[in-house]
Nanobody
Framework: VQLVESGGGLVYPGGSLRLSCAGS????????MGWARQVPGKGLVRIASIYTNGTTNYEDSVKGRFTISRDNAKNGVFLQMNNLKPADTAVYYC?????????WGRGTQVTVLS
């Protein structure tokens, strides 16, 4: 089971990025999937999730700006990020449950210039 994130980069405040997470070894559409982010020296924060029935949840700081959606072509999920702020600078990780464990990708860096 593997998750691979892509789409990170440098952007100015107010800009947009779309992150992609491609999965293998499991069927993404049959499970919950989520995005989390981590700033150096701080803990991992879960910011968006999508359930098998299509329900989505967002952490307060990204509500109204970020959108999680399924990417059926790549067996994964997208994270559309709009109106980015310097506080959004972090490494972004995709995750999904697998049995009793949770699988994480290696992350993709997002930097919003201040």
């Amino acid at each position: 089971v593997q998750l691979v994130e892509s789409g990170g980069g440098l952007v100015y405040p107010g800009g947009s990025l779309r992150l992609s997470c491609a999965g293998s070894g499991f069927t993404a559409s049959n499970t919950y999937m989520g995005w989390a982010r981590q700033v150096p020296g701080k803990g991992l924060v879960r910011i968006a999730s999508i359930y098998t029935n299509g329900t989505t949840n967002y952490e307060d700081s990204v509500k109204g700006r970020f959108t999680i959606s399924r990417d059926n072509a790549k067996n994964g999920v997208f994270l559309q990020m709009n109106n980015l702020k310097p506080a959004d600078t972090a490494v972004y990780y995709c995750n999904a449950p697998y049995g009793s464990a949770r699988v994480w990708g290696r992350g993709t860096q997002v930097t919003v210039l201040s």
